[in-house]
């Protein structure tokens, strides 16, 4: 039986922006403390006051993929990864502007192209991150996730929905 396609979810209203998922993706991927260099980005929306971790969510039918002109992406079809080959990269970088969700990044050191590779099944950036916002999962559990998630707003929805009974 092959293993359950896993992938990386965020509770994205729980993240306090600590940034230790940069880190920790940085330091196991280039061994420095340097999150410009990280594949996982925390964008911080100040007016709304919420956190956003930014990373490639592998895409189903991935544009990165679809885009690339030397097939160095490509879509692992059992694990559901976007693989990088770094030796059919010619850094045209097609694959960071058709990103729809910005996971892929151009490391400013080496100038070239960077995504997740969920580290190879064991993704740093859950392991360390503090408040546990970041989990690797099987596709099912993650749909299971966004369900219960759902339910907890319906409340607060039909509350603004529906006219208040006095």
């Not at 729980?14 to 330091?27: M, P, V």
């Not at 596709?139 to 319906?154: C, D, F, G, P």
Request: with cysteine; proline share 8%; aromatic share 4%.
């Amino acid at each position: 039986m092959a293993a359950p396609r896993m992938m990386l979810v965020a509770d994205f209203e729980r993240c306090t922006g600590c940034r230790t998922c940069e880190l920790a993706c940085a330091l196991w991927h280039e061994r420095e403390f340097n999150p410009k260099r990280s594949r996982i980005a925390v964008l911080r929306d100040p007016e709304r006051g919420v956190n956003v971790p930014v990373f490639c969510v592998q895409c189903e039918d991935a544009p990165c993929v679809a885009s690339c002109p030397t097939g160095a992406l490509q879509k692992d079809r059992d694990s559901g990864l976007v693989t990088l080959n770094y030796d059919l990269c010619i850094g045209c970088k097609t694959c960071v502007s058709v990103c729809p969700f910005g996971g892929i990044v151009v490391d400013p050191v080496s100038n070239k192209v960077i995504k997740c590779d969920l580290c190879g099944g064991d993704p740093q950036c859950v392991r360390f991150c503090p408040e546990e916002i970041l989990h690797y999962v099987p596709v099912t559990v993650a749909n299971l996730m966004r369900r219960k998630k759902s339910l907890e707003r319906i409340p607060k929805l039909l509350e603004l929905a529906l006219p208040r009974v006095v």
